[in-house]
């Protein structure tokens, strides 16, 4: 390890940021000679040029691609219909993965989301209340890589001798068998959902918590008065008041579930059962390098996604309405 | 609904202990006080969960090697043993699983421009799609909020294929390979970020810009001021706690990705420390008791930014979900 080694990184740094700025200066002089002859569609047009064709050049046309390429073998060459796809459902591990995706986008949400709302109304108005939510909260500054590496290590399984994982340590001290943890499917799948619960809970908490200081404290009070028992007052004002930031969480974690990569491959790299599509993905086409089973894993993907881009479509398209 | 955004934890009520109520029987009274003993203990119990695995991976990495191998963090309480030898030797060392400086430094290259680039062109969009009348700005603006949902795994192969074989249509070559290697690989990392930060980054400013005063923006018209000016001098300065929000965001999305950096970082000499990591323990092969305080050298920074800043991160996390 030298200096050098490190220097020639912040070279291209420079280079990259000079590269930027005269980039932004460019633009800014374009957008200026088109206001000066008072086009506000050129003015549009020069805004909007570096985002639109980085998203045409680098989202748009390689998801079509992607589509086509699900139809097409391997390596790209020759088109085979929907054997991919055929595959994605006959095939024991590409079924495997589908199974396991959907345990996953069931879980994850309903059990970070149930574990926020719980955890948001159990600290609410509570004294320590930031000292709460911030020790739930920090996880989402970890990495998931990170948050594998912590929790493999929780896991830990020794044959012989100490057991350094937490878990097995437990075990150990009230008088059970160690239990290799990750090797053992399908309850390792379970283990890996913990540890993005554990990231989504504080995320979940802290939008919840939000919600709950929007709802009036006079309706609550009224339920009291009248004599509702606390879980009631949960259930009946409580719940219902938030209903939309409860649904808002429980997307969002969704779609990061189904997109989650990092966890399986840190953990146990898709092995002993527990690969899921946005792994399996990366697996097929760069490690095994089948570009169109990868394809097809993205498309998958994807199909999963659509109904909740139509129900946020519609729901802004409404919201906007309102507020005219 | 209605949510405090700005306020990182509103809470008026924070101090408030139960009180005995007016008409309230010693019976109810008993109760209401046990049900709060419960809920305090249950609140203790999650905010410890959540924390008990970070905290031993923290031990671990000021463990010596040879303990970490033979025993639990725990027992650092009873026979304490502190070293920075691992943090010297996954830093510094020249052998295998160190020198990990330079990963690190990757990331730094690869987060500044990673950050800078897509939330300067977002917000050069959003304020088109929100100030600039033009023919098709409603579409676009849907079209852009859909794209963030589709999941990044639907352009990977495509994407690198572009970088590496260029854009062709049928004979026609549009643009040629890009022929990265060694440390200039890190340009695809940084358009990749920028593309994939985008539709987020444009959605949240546009819903920050919306909200600007109208009357504000007609005064410049009037004055004579273009639209870049405008952009530039009235808009910048009034959603910079908005553009420091996003900024976050896209930091530790940035820092803590897996993905891109390890799909389009290179070589293992040009890839960014969380993907390098991700692999370390993906194999958990020789090594295994340097990952702590390797992971401590990735998990560090964006904590610690994400504590400070935590106010600034929250608001886009309301803005972002609550209104979607």
Redesign the interface.
């Known amino acids: 390890?030298n200096i050098s080694?490190?220097t020639?990184?912040?070279g291209?740094?420079a280079v990259?940021?000079v590269a930027?700025v005269a980039i932004?200066l460019a633009?800014?002089g374009l957008?200026?000679l088109a206001?000066?002859r008072d086009r506000?569609?050129a003015?549009?047009a020069v805004?909007?040029a570096?985002?639109?064709v980085?998203?045409l050049?680098?989202?748009?046309?390689?998801?079509v691609?992607?589509?086509v390429?699900s139809f097409f073998s391997g390596d790209g060459t020759e088109f085979v219909g929907l054997e991919n796809y055929s595959w994605a459902v006959t095939n024991p591990d590409a079924l495997q993965v589908l199974v396991n995706t959907a345990m996953w986008i069931i879980i994850v949400p309903l059990l970070s989301t149930a574990?926020g709302l719980?955890?948001a109304v159990?600290?609410?108005?509570?004294?320590g209340?930031?000292?709460?939510?911030?020790?739930?909260?920090?996880?989402?500054?970890?990495?998931?890589?990170?948050a594998?590496?912590?929790?493999?290590?929780?896991y830990q399984y020794t044959g012989s001798?100490?057991?350094?994982?937490?878990l097995n340590?437990l075990l150990v001290w009230i008088g059970a068998q160690p239990v290799n943890w990750l090797n053992e499917s399908p309850w390792n799948n379970f283990l890996l959902m913990v540890v993005l619960i554990?990231i989504e809970?504080?995320?979940a908490t802290?939008?919840l918590?939000?919600?709950l200081?929007?709802v009036p404290?006079e309706i609550v009070e009224a339920a009291r008065i009248d004599g509702a028992s606390?879980s009631e007052i949960f259930w009946n004002v409580t719940v219902p008041s938030?209903r939309?930031?409860i649904v808002?969480?429980a997307v969002?974690v969704f779609?990061a579930t189904?997109?989650l990569?990092?966890i399986v491959?840190?953990?146990?790299?898709g092995h002993h059962g527990t690969d899921v599509l946005?792994h399996n993905?990366?697996d097929q086409?760069?490690r095994l390098g089948n570009?169109g089973r990868?394809?097809t894993?993205?498309?998958l993907?994807?199909a999963l996604?659509i109904p909740?881009?139509i129900y946020?479509?519609r729901?802004?398209?409404r919201?906007e309405l309102e507020a005219r | 609904m209605t949510v405090p955004i700005g306020t990182d934890i509103p809470d008026p009520a924070a101090e408030a202990q139960p009180v005995a109520r007016i008409g309230e029987s010693r019976g109810e009274r008993l109760r209401r006080v046990l049900s709060s003993r419960v809920a305090s203990i249950a609140a203790l119990v999650i905010a410890v969960l959540w924390t008990i695995p970070t905290a031993g991976l923290f031990i671990s990495s000021f463990r010596p090697e040879d303990d970490i191998r033979d025993s639990g963090w725990w027992t650092m309480f009873t026979n304490p043993t502190f070293t920075l030898d691992t943090y010297n030797y996954v830093l510094y060392s020249d052998s295998q699983g160190g020198g990990l400086i330079r990963n690190l430094i990757n990331t730094v290259v690869i987060t500044i421009p990673g950050v800078v680039v897509p939330v300067a062109f977002a917000a050069m969009a959003a304020y088109a799609l929100s100030w600039i009348d033009f023919k098709g700005r409603n579409f676009l603006y849907i079209a852009i909020f859909a794209l963030q949902v589709v999941p990044l795994q639907m352009a990977l192969i495509p994407l690198l294929s572009f970088f590496s074989q260029g854009l062709h249509v049928g004979s026609v070559t549009i643009m040629p390979a890009w022929e990265l290697d060694g440390v200039n690989t890190i340009v695809q990392v940084w358009i990749a970020h920028s593309i994939f930060g985008l539709p987020l980054a444009i959605f949240l400013l546009h819903n920050f810009m919306r909200e600007l005063p109208g009357d504000v923006m007609e005064a410049a018209r009037i004055d004579g001021a273009s639209h870049s000016q405008i952009f530039r001098k009235v808009v910048l300065p009034l959603v910079t706690p908005a553009l420091a929000s996003i900024a976050i965001f896209q930091f530790l999305w940035v820092w803590n990705d897996f993905l891109v950096g390890r799909t389009f970082g290179g070589g293992e000499a040009t890839r960014p420390l969380t993907a390098v990591l991700g692999d370390m323990a993906g194999t958990w092969g020789f090594g295994w008791t340097r990952l702590p305080a390797a992971a401590f050298v990735a998990i560090v920074v964006p904590l610690v930014v994400f504590l400070l800043l935590q106010r600034y991160f929250v608001r886009g996390l309301l803005a972002g979900s609550v209104k979607g």
Do not use: C, H
């Open positions: 390890m080694d490190l020639d990184r912040f291209l740094l990259g940021l930027f932004l633009l800014y957008a200026e206001s000066r506000s569609r003015v549009a805004f909007l570096p985002a639109v980085f998203l050049v680098g989202l748009v046309y390689p998801a691609r992607t589509f390429m574990v719980v955890y159990l600290i609410d108005g509570r004294r209340e930031r000292t709460y939510k911030a020790l739930v909260f920090l996880p989402m500054g970890i990495s998931f890589v990170g594998s590496i912590i929790w493999k290590f929780v001798g100490d057991q350094i994982g937490l340590q554990w809970v504080g995320f802290v939008v918590s939000a919600a200081k929007g404290t606390p938030i939309s930031a808002v969480v969002t779609i189904l997109k990569f990092d491959r840190a953990m146990t790299g946005a993905m990366w086409a760069f570009d990868g394809a894993m993205a498309v993907l994807f996604v909740v881009v946020q479509v729901n802004m398209r919201q």
